[in-house]
């Protein structure tokens, strides 16, 4: 059984389609792991579904999320450089994901803390 060989020049990976990737990737990355971590531990979620303040931050999660996908959404529109829209693509990462990320992973625990202090 023989190799196929390409016919013409291997062309390299075109960087737009890369980045929409990526910046894809890291988004859902919030929603993957909650789905992940609500089905592997549901006790970890707990905390979070059964208190309103639990409630609140997970709508908060939800409104963040959209909010970056709004704002990567427009990036990748914009007229801007390629080098400002990848530098954009950090700056939404850093406000709209982490902050996301951070309640699935540490929101619970604030709100048992939260409940014991009272």
């Given at each position: 059984?023989?190799?196929?060989?390409?016919?013409?020049?291997?062309?390299?990976?075109?960087?737009?389609?890369?980045?929409?990737?990526?910046?894809?990737?890291?988004?859902?990355?919030?929603?993957?792991?909650?789905?992940?971590?609500?089905?592997?531990?549901?006790?970890?979620?707990?905390?979070?579904?059964a208190s309103s303040?639990?409630?609140?931050?997970?709508?908060?999660?939800?409104?963040?999320?959209?909010?970056?996908?709004?704002?990567?959404?427009?990036?990748?529109?914009?007229?801007?450089?390629?080098?400002?829209?990848?530098?954009?693509?950090?700056?939404?990462?850093?406000?709209?994901?982490?902050?996301?990320?951070?309640?699935?992973?540490?929101?619970?625990?604030?709100?048992?803390?939260?409940?014991?202090?009272?």
């Open positions: 059984m023989s190799r196929k060989r390409p016919s013409g020049p291997i062309q390299p990976p075109d960087p737009q389609k890369a980045y929409r990737t990526g910046v894809g990737v890291v988004l859902a990355l919030p929603i993957v792991l909650g789905v992940a971590l609500s089905v592997l531990s549901p006790s970890h979620f707990r905390p979070l579904l303040l639990g409630l609140a931050l997970l709508a908060l999660g939800v409104v963040l999320e959209a909010l970056g996908a709004g704002a990567a959404w427009w990036v990748d529109r914009s007229t801007w450089s390629w080098s400002a829209r990848r530098f954009a693509s950090l700056g939404i990462t850093a406000i709209f994901v982490f902050p996301t990320l951070w309640i699935l992973l540490v929101g619970p625990a604030f709100i048992v803390v939260a409940q014991h202090a009272r």
